[in-house]
């Protein structure tokens, strides 16, 4: 079957721009992460979805990262007024519950000029 | 909080041999469940395999095997007769009961670099 989507796979930016990186996870699978994989910091939480609960959050490095999964399926991370360390590559990663196996999807770069 | 130590940066192999990439953690918690993936230069995190806390026989996958030492703290992956499509980033992950909610995120190494030489 399809494995996880995002989108797009690359994504240059000046600084002070949003940017918007989607996330199509597995079908039927209610877990979906998002982490960022950078040079310096390896790879790193962000945020977690599970279902409908509340969103774990705690990951996330400043108030302008945010996220939302719509209809408990694709998921959109926003980054507002982007800066140079920013810079990163963007990974969303579901799982069928949150206790199996996580499978990621290809990765958004993000470059910040 | 959890930690993966991975002190390989990089490795070389030769076709066909097995190759051995250390990871050791660090836990307080009794269930847990480690997790190696594999990074080609496409960039995708391809899941290779999971070993829980409480399996008793070490896990096989194939050409790959991890092997689980408990006491040691260590969960090494060992990959049978190296391919040339096995050149990539391996990483090692853990995952552990979330401190409060459901959150099961996984904690990573810094990875190793396998290069297998023809």
């Known amino acids: 079957g399809a494995g996880v989507s995002q989108s797009p796979s690359n994504k240059v930016t000046e600084k002070g721009k949003d940017v918007e990186l989607r996330c199509d996870p597995i079908?039927?699978?209610?877990?979906l992460y998002w982490y960022r994989q950078s040079l310096g910091q390896g790879l790193e939480f962000l945020i977690y979805?599970?279902?409908?609960?509340?969103?774990?959050k705690s990951g996330l490095p400043s108030d302008r990262f945010s996220a939302e999964r719509t209809g408990g399926s694709v998921s959109t991370l926003t980054i507002q007024r982007t800066q140079q360390e920013d810079s990163a590559v963007y990974l969303c990663?579901?799982?069928?519950?949150?206790?199996?196996?996580?499978?990621f999807g290809p990765g958004t770069r993000l470059t910040v000029t | 909080a959890q930690k993966i130590t991975q002190t390989q940066p990089g490795m070389f192999v030769q076709e066909k041999e097995a190759v051995t990439l250390d990871c050791t953690y660090d836990?307080?918690?009794?269930?847990?469940?480690l997790f190696w993936y594999k990074q080609p230069s496409s960039g995708e995190m391809i899941f290779l395999i999971y070993?829980?806390?409480?399996?008793?026989q070490n896990a096989t996958e194939g050409r790959y095997s991890l092997n689980f030492q408990k006491a040691r703290k260590s969960a090494n992956l060992v990959i049978s007769a190296s391919q040339l499509g096995d050149s990539a980033m391996y990483f090692c992950?853990?995952?552990?009961?979330?401190?409060?909610?459901?959150?099961?995120?996984?904690?990573f190494g810094k990875g190793t670099l396998l290069t297998v030489n023809p």
């Open positions: 079908s039927g699978h209610t877990a």
């Open positions: 990663a579901s799982s069928r519950d949150r206790t199996y196996e996580q499978y």
């Open positions: 992950a853990m995952r552990a009961p979330p401190s409060g909610g459901s959150n099961y995120k996984l904690t």
């Open positions: 836990t307080s918690d009794q269930s847990y469940g």
């Open positions: 979805f599970q279902g409908n609960s509340a969103p774990d």
């Open positions: 070993q829980g806390s409480y399996d008793e």
